[in-house]
């Protein structure tokens, strides 16, 4: 594999560098949509976050990776071979990274049947596609906006429920199917729907960056990484390595991240006055909150971590009129949640167990 620019040498784009971080510390988030300007380090920063993430064990010669150590999520092929006391060879493998193309079509990305097989011999043949070789990896939309809105449908579907289940004429194939999801698109070329929108769980707006000094450090660093890709590489190896760890202890941290009944009201309370739809960014911004909390090595949320998730959450789902502005300020956002905290003082803050299921009723994927 030839060497990749490393995530830690990207100068800036410090949000979008949070979101996709975030995502990688719990990719059960639901991804991230980045909108803007070409040449701004999009792909760069995916590419190169899929490449310092911790190596994953799979079973080693399952065509889904599948995770030895998680049984419900095992594809048909693996719980078969369960079933008739086969033992599951395990090694590590670098995560993937997966960039879908813009001209896919459904069975690209799902897969396919092969019913005649099945019909004349008895057997049953699944074609893998793009969410088998994303599985556990990350997926990277480019110009998510341009493709098929029915392929994004069923792409955020499977991310959604962590699996893809694949049913033809009475036969049907279901493996895991989760990935860190990350989109982008220039909004000068058509937006996405609202729907398909509101699905991405966190959005960025990205822009070219205007400081002369650190536009001359971006120069310098991708001339460097020219000149000797190797000796750039292990420049920031330590970087690289301690960025990795950190992610990796905040993943063992996550389940043990509490919450307070008072948390959830200052996210309820954010949410209700900015009279965003329906329920879906309360429970990302907690998701968010809780991993940032995490990411930081606390095992409980604070303020900051929800305006910093709100930050991400909200942007493409606050409503706008024709004379408003959209896009809230991080420092609104921090204003208002102060305010609500400072407010919220209706009967005792109460410790909530880590994993949010109990609360709202989602389930793990
Ligand atoms: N902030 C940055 N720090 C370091 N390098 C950068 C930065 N922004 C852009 N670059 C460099 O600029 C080039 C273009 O970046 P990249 O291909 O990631 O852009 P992109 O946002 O994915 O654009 P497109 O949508 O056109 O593919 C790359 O060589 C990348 O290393």
């Not at 949070?18 to 792909?43: C, Y």
């Not at 906006?145 to 049913?167: F, K, P, T």
């Not at 001339?223 to 990796?248: G, M, N, R, T, Y």
Request: aromatic share 4%; proline share 6%; with cysteine.
């Amino acid at each position: 594999m030839p060497p990749i620019y490393p995530f830690t040498a990207i100068v800036g784009q410090e949000r979008m560098k949070r979101a996709l971080v975030l995502n990688a510390v719990d990719p059960r988030i639901g991804g991230v949509l980045i909108r803007g300007e070409r040449g701004t380090a999009k792909s760069t920063a995916a590419r190169a976050l899929a490449a310092l993430l911790p190596k994953v064990k799979v079973v080693s010669d399952c065509r889904f990776g599948c995770d030895p150590d998680a049984p419900a999520t095992w594809c048909t092929e693996c719980r078969e071979r369960a079933e008739r006391g086969e033992s599951l060879p395990v090694s590590l493998r670098q995560i993937p990274f997966i960039n879908l193309p813009v001209s896919a079509t459904e069975d690209r990305v799902v897969g396919t049947l092969d019913i005649e097989a099945a019909i004349q011999r008895g057997e049953r043949h699944f074609e893998p596609g793009v969410l088998a070789a994303a599985n556990r990896g990350l997926l990277y939309i480019d110009e998510v906006n341009l493709l098929d809105d029915h392929v994004v449908d069923v792409l955020l579907d499977a991310a959604a429920m962590g699996m893809n289940i694949v049913e033809r004429e009475g036969i049907s194939f279901t493996h895991p199917a989760r990935f860190i999801l990350v989109g982008t698109m220039n909004p000068e070329e058509g937006d996405l729907r609202p729907q398909l929108l509101d699905r991405f769980a966190l959005s960025v707006e990205i822009y070219g960056i205007r400081d002369a000094r650190e536009r001359v450090m971006i120069m310098e660093r991708n001339l460097a990484f020219e000149k000797d890709p190797l000796a750039f590489v292990a420049h920031w190896q330590p970087k690289e390595q301690e960025l990795s760890q950190q992610i990796e202890q905040a993943r063992k941290l996550l389940d043990q991240v509490t919450y307070t009944s008072r948390d959830l009201l200052s996210i309820a309370s954010l949410t209700a006055s900015l009279q965003v739809d329906g329920h879906r960014p309360d429970l990302v911004i907690l998701k968010t909150a809780r991993a940032h909390a995490a990411f930081e090595g606390r095992t409980s949320i604070t303020a900051r971590d929800i305006a910093l998730a709100a930050e991400l959450a909200l942007p493409h789902r606050l409503k706008r009129t024709p004379f408003q502005q959209a896009s809230a300020t991080m420092e609104e956002l921090a204003e208002r949640i102060e305010q609500l905290q400072g407010g919220a003082t209706s009967g005792e803050p109460r410790e909530h167990p880590g994993g949010m299921e109990e609360e709202s009723g989602q389930k793990k994927t």
